[in-house]
T-cell receptor
Framework: ETGVTQTPRHLVMGMTNKKSLKCEQH?????MYWYKQSAKKPLELMFV???????ENNSVPSRFSPECPNSSHLFLHLHTLQPEDSALYLC??????????????FGPGTRLTVL | GQNIDQPTEMTATEGAIVQINCTYQ??????LFWYQQHAGEAPTFLSY??LDGLEEKGRFSSFLSRSKGYSYLLLKELQMKDSASYLC??????????WGAGTKLIIKP
């Protein structure tokens, strides 16, 4: 595997379900990000991890819970979601968070539909 | 507030040239990125400008004017594979990326 991978690519869940999204980066980066992408809207940064420590949480509802066990893996745990949470969830990585001019490498995303 | 403006959609003809504009208002500025995103795929990095001027990379060029809060992406010799969304993002003083909603570029034969 190369670059940034995400699983699953598509997910349909009911509002009472619990599911997890997985992201893995094979680039040796130290920063990882979760974004939400909705149609015709800017990318919304959700969470940032730098060297496994969460450095940013942009007022994300608690029904989204991130986990970063090491610098290569990032999870987003989902529970009791709402239909408006349906979107494309993108994972990205970069060399480090603090040197912000580094380009971010994105995974292909998980298309989430909440029924 | 911080804001990025770019056109929602543009149409161009194969073989032609197209310019996608982006204006930004941010708290401080540490550079501007352009990404390309094909439908159903990951955004991929195209360019980063932090100094005024034009940077050319093959068929793609990116321009920045810091005093005007303005950038554009210039695509030459358009090919059908250039049909994609183009995302503009500015880096603010806290190194936060402020994203635009993207410009969907449609290439017609």
């Amino acid at each position: 595997e190369t670059g940034v991978t995400q699983t699953p690519r598509h997910l349909v869940m009911g509002m009472t379900n619990k599911k997890s999204l997985k992201c893995e980066q094979h680039l040796g980066h130290n920063a990882m990000y979760w974004y939400k992408q909705s149609a015709k809207k800017p990318l919304e940064l959700m969470f940032v991890y730098n060297f496994k420590e969460q450095t940013e949480n942009n007022s994300v509802p608690s029904r989204f819970s991130p986990e970063c066990p090491n610098s290569s893996h990032l999870f987003l745990h989902l529970h009791t979601l709402q239909p408006e949470d349906s979107a494309l969830y993108l994972c990205a990585s970069s060399q480090e968070r603090t040197s912000g001019a580094d380009e971010q490498f994105f995974g292909p995303g998980t298309r989430l539909t909440v029924l | 507030g911080q804001n990025i403006d770019q056109p929602t959609e543009m149409t161009a003809t194969e073989g032609a040239i197209v310019q996608i504009n982006c204006t930004y208002q941010t708290s401080g500025f540490n550079g501007l990125f352009w990404y390309q995103q094909h439908a159903g795929e990951a955004p991929t990095f195209l360019s980063y400008n932090v100094l005024d001027g034009l940077e050319e990379k093959g068929r793609f060029s990116s321009f920045l004017s810091r005093s005007k809060g303005y950038s554009y992406l210039l695509l030459k010799e358009l090919q059908m594979k250039d049909s994609a969304s183009y995302l503009c993002a500015a880096l603010d003083s806290n190194y936060q990326l402020i994203w635009g909603a993207g410009t969907k570029l449609i290439i017609k034969p």
